[in-house]
Each structure stands twice: as structure tokens, then as C-alpha cells.
């Protein structure tokens, strides 16, 4: 079993990796809310997810890895009423939409992949353990956590109870006993689904659905559990308030969290209209570009978007795969070897086993894709072997080479292929650009303006990032 090191978000340092049981991991990853397709903002958290359960298996741990669907949601609700549907039916067919995406994008099933509709009475056992441990209260139906029976309420997001500040973007609820207290059990509200309870008909809250899966699927105390960041807080804070609550045990021992992916320097965000769908991109792409991009960077890193970003995942992804075609006729005819072939799979593993490190671990890699091609017909024996490891732990442990890196290649010619039939000069494209951003800084309002026209005339729309760059795409 190799020695792992993670960033633990509970103690803000990283930590030796050490699970309950010997070589054993349970893993909780929250996953989507299914009201909608998925965006590739969705797809980080997924991918993310989904390499902590490829690294941990490939060091040789048996991992119960969960990861829910969200069924039962007031976006859902609102979205299904808005195309007049019943919000379970409009959920399930969206689950099956997600399953679709991350299949595209080269994701291991996980163990258990539960939903809170089918999770409702470990949901209702969970509140009445709660409540028995007085540690929440019933309204009029309503049920509530109460944050001051929890002294270490605040331990995994920092936050000081006390100086949380309420009311300021949306009136606090007057049935609370404190602004921050949260909901464990909604009352029932026309053509909304809902279950019979102690406390009335009614459906969960959002943060209990997670914690009760949790124990229904792992126990009450976890070795792992993922999220983005943006679940830090109060999501991931309210689990730990009503799992520890409910059960009177630490509720998981390693607390890990993705960063942002950005557009310039503006989160990704619908309200900006910088959303992309994963199927959008995929269909235009392939999967595997979109999960080259998404680990390109370390985890616990913002991740910023620009043509730049995608067009070096486009050159990676290719020569990857052009690779791993040619090194299927590597045959042994030499003795030459060296520390960059040989090593190349335990320095991915070191980088791996330092809190997933998944670009160090592809630094590696490419380091050793120049040196092979550079001495292929004069490998030993022992360094073919070697490129077959390599290749094969680049599958296994990261999910960058793909089982079929023939239809990886076709689906990134085809793109190259759609831009060059559109008869477009790139060149001509980037030096307008660059006259329109130099008419810009000199305050020529008036040319720049040309610039924009007289491309938009060719079908060639321009889109000014927030960081300062241009970007072009043709319009169909």
C-alpha cells in the first residue's frame, strides 16, 4: 500500500493519509443536483472526484466510493412546474442525461450512487436522532438544526458563529432561533413532492440528504470526502453539525475541496452567461479534451479558461494518443534505457501520492513520451516494458489515454477540419484582433468598432474577456 498525503481541509495542512481500517477508503463525493444538463464547471468537481478514486485504487486501496444525485430540490421543482412535468420524473430523466456525461468524459462508476428519493426514511431517522439529542427543534411542521447546540459548529469552514452577519441579502426566517440554523425538514406544498413524517407530510432539506447516505452507504465516520469549494460553506459545514449531531462520533476524518474553474478572472456562472455545457463541448471536442483541461492543473488551483488553455489541450491530447498508436509497434532493438523511462512510473506515483498532483504527474509523462520517440528503435527489452507501464498507468491512475485513441484523434481532426473548410485565415483573425485592442489602448473608438463590423460581416464574432483577452468564434 503506497503512502498518500493529502490536504485536509479540517486541519488546513496536509496529512498523512491513514483510513480507519487498513487499506480499506470510504469516500462520500457530493454530486449534481439534476435539474438540468451538466456545464463544465459541474464536470471539475466530477473529474476531480473521479481521479481521487483512480489514484486510490491504483495504490492498491479497496474503495467504497459514493457519489449522490440530488432529485429533490426546489430548482428542480421550479424548473419541472416551468415545463409542466412531475419533478421526480423531470429528475430521474436528467440523471440519466448526467450518467451520459460522464461516461464522455472517462469516469469509473463509482460504489453506490444513491438519491435522496429513495434515501427518505435513513433522511427521517437521521432528523428523530437529532431531535432526540436535542440538537433541533420543530416549527408548525418544520423542523430546524440549532447551530448553538453544536459548539464546534464553524470547525471545518473557520467561520466564527458569532460573527456571521444575517439578513443582509435575504430576510432571516423569524421561526429560527438563530439566523443560522438551517432546515433538516420543509412542510409540504402543493404539487410539490412529498412523504409522510412525524412531523407532516413534507420533503428534506438540503444539507441532510448527503449525511444520511453518507451513514446508509459508509457508517458514521468517513476516511474522505470531496466537494467544490463553494460547498465548504454552510453545505459541508451543516453535514458535520447534524452527522456528529445524530450519531455522537466524528463524522469523516479528511476533507478535500476543487477549486473554482474561472473565465478570465470571472467564475464561471450563468448570470454571466459563461456557461458551457458538457455535452456542448464534448459533441464539438471529445471527452477526453475536456478531462485533459480539467487536471491539467492541481486540484486545489483555480483553473482559468482561455483559447490558450484549450488549444495546448488540444496539442497534449494529440500527441498523447499519436503515442500510444505508435508505441503498440515499439519492439525491442537495443539496449538503450535510461532513469527518464524507467522511473517514469513511480515519479508519477510520488506526485500522485503528494495530495494528487495530477500535472506533476503528467510532466512526467510528456518528459518521457520526448525521451522514447527520441531512441525508439534502439529500446532494450526492459524500456519497452516500461512504455507499456507507463501507458497503462496513465489509463489506470488519470484516465488521459483513452481505450480508443483512434476515436480520440478523429473527433480532433474533425474539429480542425470544421475551422479549416470554413475557408478562415487565423492569421488574418489575430492581427485584426491585435490592431482592434492597440485602436483600444490609443482610445480609437471608431476603428475599433470597424474592426468588430467588418468580422462580423465574415461570421466571425469577437468577445471581450474579463481578463483583457479577445476571443473569436464563427458564428453558423
Not at 290 to 317: F, K, Q
Request: proline fraction near 4%; include cysteine.
Amino acid at each position: 500500500m503506497r503512502e498518500l498525503k493529502v490536504h485536509n481541509n479540517l486541519s488546513r495542512k496536509k496529512e498523512l493519509f491513514s483510513p480507519i481500517e487498513p487499506g480499506k477508503v470510504k469516500f462520500y463525493s457530493c454530486g449534481p443536483t439534476t435539474y438540468d444538463f451538466l456545464h463544465i464547471g459541474n464536470a471539475r468537481a466530477l473529474v476531480v472526484g473521479d481521479l481521487f478514486h483512480r489514484v486510490l485504487r491504483a495504490f492498491g486501496y479497496e474503495v467504497n466510493f459514493v457519489r449522490n444525485y440530488t432529485d429533490v430540490d426546489d430548482k428542480i421543482i421550479d424548473r419541472a412546474k416551468s415545463l409542466g412535468r412531475d419533478p421526480i420524473l423531470h429528475a430521474a430523466l436528467f440523471v440519466k442525461e448526467c450518467e451520459k456525461d460522464m461516461d464522455s468524459l472517462g469516469m469509473m462508476p463509482a460504489t453506490h450512487t444513491p438519491k435522496v428519493s429513495e434515501t427518505i426514511p435513513e433522511i427521517i431517522q437521521m432528523i428523530q436522532d437529532i431531535l432526540k439529542n436535542n440538537r433541533g427543534y420543530v416549527v408548525d411542521g418544520e423542523v430546524f438544526f440549532n447551530v448553538e447546540s453544536f459548539p464546534d459548529y464553524g470547525k471545518l469552514s473557520k467561520k466564527d458563529l458569532h460573527s456571521l452577519q444575517h439578513g443582509i441579502r435575504v430576510e432571516v426566517d423569524s421561526k429560527k432561533k438563530h439566523p443560522s440554523d438551517f432546515v433538516l425538514w420543509k412542510p409540504a406544498k402543493p404539487d410539490e413532492p412529498s412523504w409522510d413524517s412525524p412531523w407532516g407530510k413534507g420533503r428534506p432539506g438540503w444539507h441532510i440528504e448527503c449525511s444520511a447516505m453518507a451513514k446508509k452507504f459508509l457508517g458514521k465516520t468517513l476516511d474522505l470526502h470531496h466537494g467544490g469549494v463553494d460547498l465548504m460553506f454552510p453545505h459541508h459545514e451543516n453535514e458535520i453539525a447534524q452527522s456528529e449531531a445524530a450519531n455522537n462520533c466524528s463524522f469523516c476524518n479528511n476533507w478535500l475541496h476543487n477549486e473554482f474553474l474561472n473565465f478570465g478572472t470571472e467564475k464561471m456562472s450563468k448570470s454571466l452567461g459563461n456557461v458551457i455545457k458538457i455535452r456542448d463541448f464534448v459533441d464539438k471536442y471529445g471527452g477526453q479534451v475536456l478531462r485533459h483541461i480539467l487536471l491539467s492543473v492541481h486540484y486545489r488551483a483555480r483553473l482559468e479558461w482561455t483559447d490558450e488553455v484549450l488549444n495546448r489541450a488540444l496539442d497534449e491530447v494529440t500527441k498523447i494518443h499519436e503515442f500510444v498508436l505508435d508505441a503498440k509497434n515499439i519492439l525491442p532493438q537495443g539496449d538503450y534505457s535510461s532513469e527518464e523511462i524507467s522511473g517514469c512510473v513511480e515519479k508519477m506515483k510520488d506526485e500522485l501520492s503528494n495530495d494528487f498532483n495530477s500535472a506533476g504527474a503528467m510532466g512526467h509523462f510528456f518528459t518521457f513520451m520526448k525521451n522514447v520517440r527520441a531512441h525508439k528503435d534502439e529500446l532494450s527489452s526492459s524500456s519497452v516494458r516500461d512504455v507499456r507501464e507507463a501507458i497503462t498507468f496513465v489509463q489506470d491512475a488519470l484516465g488521459l489515454i483513452s481505450q480508443n485513441p483512434e476515436m480520440v484523434l478523429s473527433e480532433i481532426k474533425r474539429h480542425m477540419k470544421d475551422i479549416s473548410s470554413t475557408g478562415i485565415d487565423v492569421d488574418w483573425i489575430d492581427a485584426l484582433i491585435m490592431e482592434r485592442k492597440l485602436a483600444k489602448e490609443a482610445k480609437n473608438w471608431a476603428r475599433a468598432d470597424e474592426i468588430r463590423k467588418e468580422m462580423a460581416s465574415k461570421n466571425i464574432i469577437l468577445k471581450d474577456n474579463p481578463d483583457g483577452t479577445t476571443s473569436w468564434s464563427v458564428q453558423g
